[in-house]
């Protein structure tokens, strides 16, 4: 068994985590309070460092007075505490979402539409690797059909459509079994440190 | 050494990307004009799982249980997330009609002060704001498994009638899902990641798979601007199956280059 006080917190709080396998209880929701807590304490300290004192504070020092606009909206945001101020926030709030959803809707449309597209459009493959390319077109067009909102699903777009079903759920389920695997093994690893690293019942210790 | 700086306003490399986005603005002018002049005109097809929303707000105010809104763990440049934005003001707007509990932890800080003021304003609308209460919308922790051990938690003790997960999901779907669907609730989704899809559609009652996530907050408001959005979104889906099957076409005749000319930098 481990002499590490880490390694015992580390198993202790496993523990009280798997414990929620069985109801929820007073182990489990002290473990979630306190993780909780820790990270809401560990990102206050992340954006500090990495985000407050490279942008805001050491330019500030360096006399560059441009953070204090994002410093200003910043503010405005907290204006939301009071009733008397909260429509002050409502600029920031305005301000964040606008640019938000300029850089979103550019880099979307390239990302997820123009990438795809442009992978559809390539000239299909030779041989029997015509079946994939065929199969490709025949996907994309029956997906995209059944994303299709202004026309109701029936007759041959209904038809399509239905196809497009089953083009989506195999890869569903294709992509569930992907991730299970990845989650087993997670578990897998977990297992692994209570038996060795705690208990030390597994060689490797 | 940083590296210098690209000033200038446009990318050549990019100009297809321009042409796409002008279409498209093309075809939502259009759209808009047609949504002003009939609103009736302009068609969205059923989608079951917002049809289920009204019964699951209904089925919460008869038991007396509140209904759990979560807008994924997205931050405001995920177009997820703006659709989960806005269908939350809808179900807000039914949950204080109905006159039942909400219940909406929040992942991102500044997600959780816009849904709060699209909260209030859904109260305000439906005449309902004394029954608003604060800390309705919370912020929970921005770090995504403590997230996780709070909302499992929650859902536990308060056990909410009706569990609506909308807007970007990653690796901690399948946790809230199941422990949603233990409770014995009824769940609604919609989700734009095709890698998390699988564990909704797995648990859940009803979901929104990709798209029809955006094409939500069109079918419950059925606001002209929303409408037109959809269907310029369908000419646009129209254009590109064509210029697929056309470089398809094309590549028979020997012309093999069109994938280049929808490749960016």
Redesign the interface.
């Known amino acids: 068994m481990s002499h590490s006080v880490d390694t015992w917190i580390m198993a202790l709080l496993t523990l009280c985590?798997f414990s929620?396998l069985y109801?929820?209880n007073p182990f489990?929701?002290f473990?979630?309070h306190l993780?909780?807590g820790?990270?809401?304490g560990?990102?206050l300290a992340v954006q500090y460092q990495n985000v407050l004192v490279p942008n805001m504070i050491r330019p500030l020092g360096r006399g560059n007075l441009l953070p204090l606009v994002p410093l200003a909206l910043g503010i405005m945001?907290l204006g939301?505490l009071a009733e008397k101020t909260s429509s002050a926030?409502?600029w920031a709030?305005a301000f964040?979402?606008g640019i938000?959803?300029g850089?979103?809707?550019?880099a979307?449309?390239?990302a997820q539409?123009?990438?795809q597209?442009?992978?559809?459009?390539?000239?299909?493959q030779p041989g029997w690797g015509a079946i994939n390319s065929a199969l490709i077109?025949i996907g994309?067009?029956t997906v995209?059909a059944y994303?299709?909102?202004?026309?109701?699903?029936r007759g041959l777009h209904g038809a399509s459509a239905r196809v497009g079903i089953w083009f989506?759920?195999v890869?569903?389920?294709a992509?569930?079994g992907y991730?299970v695997m990845a989650?087993v093994s997670l578990l897998i690893a977990r297992v692994q440190f209570l038996l060795r690293d705690w208990l030390g019942v597994l060689p490797g210790a | 050494m940083d590296e210098a700086l690209d000033v200038r306003w446009f990318d050549p490399n990019?100009i297809?990307?321009l042409v796409?986005?002008s279409l498209?603005i093309l075809f939502l002018f259009v759209n808009l004009r047609r949504a002003r002049r009939a609103p009736s005109g302009?068609?969205?097809?059923?989608l079951p799982a917002l049809q289920a929303l009204d019964e699951a707000i209904g089925r919460a105010t008869e038991m007396g249980r509140p209904v759990l809104y979560l807008p994924g763990l997205g931050?405001?440049?995920?177009?997820g997330t703006?659709a989960a934005v806005t269908i939350s003001s809808r179900v807000a707007r039914r949950v204080a009609d109905m006159g039942c509990g909400l219940l909406v932890p929040c992942y991102d800080p500044?997600v959780a002060?816009?849904i709060?003021?699209a909260t209030r304003e859904a109260y305000t609308q439906a005449g309902r704001l004394d029954s608003y209460r604060s800390g309705t919308v919370q912020y929970?922790?921005?770090?995504q498994?403590?997230?996780v051990?709070?909302v499992?938690?929650l859902m536990?003790?308060e056990r909410p009638a009706a569990n609506v997960y909308m807007g970007s999901w990653y690796a901690e779907s399948?946790f809230l899902a199941e422990t949603g669907n233990e409770t014995g609730a009824i769940q609604i989704a919609g989700c734009d990641q095709?890698?998390q899809?699988?564990?909704f559609?797995?648990s859940c009652d009803y979901t929104l798979?990709?798209?029809?996530l955006y094409?939500a907050s069109a079918y419950l408001g059925r606001e002209p601007v929303q409408l037109a959005t959809?269907?310029a979104?369908?000419w646009a889906?129209?254009l590109?199956?064509i210029?697929?099957?056309a470089?398809?076409v094309a590549?028979f005749f020997g012309y093999?280059d069109?994938?280049?000319l929808?490749?960016?930098s």
């Open positions: 985590v929620f109801r929820d489990y929701r473990a979630e993780f909780v820790a990270a809401a560990y990102l945001l939301r926030s409502r709030l964040y979402v938000y959803s850089i979103a809707v550019p979307y449309m390239q539409i123009f990438a597209l442009a992978d559809a459009t390539k000239p299909w077109l994309f067009l995209l994303f299709f909102f202004s026309a109701p699903h989506l759920m890869a569903f389920g992509s569930f991730t989650r | 990019r297809n990307l796409g986005l498209f302009l068609y969205i097809r059923t931050d405001m440049s995920e177009v703006l500044v002060v816009l709060d003021s929970v922790a921005a770090a498994f403590a997230y051990a709070a499992t938690g536990l003790r399948l095709v890698t899809l699988p564990f559609v797995c798979l990709g798209e029809e094409a959809i269907t979104q369908d889906k129209i590109a199956a210029v697929v099957v470089a398809v590549t093999t069109i994938d280049k929808l490749k960016t």
